[in-house]
């Protein structure tokens, strides 16, 4: 079993920062990939950035140039830089670890940016 928390949601104005992060535990070896994903009202989950195990990283177009994801493997967390936040980045963002070809999900943390 692998158990993922997160942190560091909030309200920030829009252009702000704020970083997330998602510690893992457990199990957490054989990991395939993690991504940071995020679920706006009335909208379905969507993909924010990914990083697999080779180390290449995936972004989603909007949020390219902003935000940045890294892992620190020593401290088995995964983050999530996000610089010139907009109101339409206001979501529940969720980390995903698959591991050994299993998906395992943080509980969420809300991000909201104000104009």
């Known amino acids: 079993q692998v158990q993922l928390v997160e942190s560091g949601g909030g309200l920030v104005q829009a252009g702000g920062s704020l970083r997330l992060s998602c510690a893992a535990s457990?199990?957490?070896?054989?990991?395939?990939?993690m991504g940071w994903y995020r679920q706006a009202p009335g909208k379905q989950r969507e993909v924010v950035a990914n990083i697999f195990s080779g180390g290449i990283t995936n972004y989603a177009d909007a949020v390219k140039g902003r935000f940045t994801i890294s892992r620190d493997n020593a401290k088995n967390t995964m983050y999530l830089q996000m610089n010139s936040l907009k109101p339409e980045d206001t979501a529940i963002y969720y980390c995903n670890f698959m591991v050994r070809w299993r998906d395992y999900w943080g509980q969420g943390t809300q991000v909201t940016v104000s104009l």
């Open positions: 457990g199990s957490i070896f054989s990991i395939n990939a």
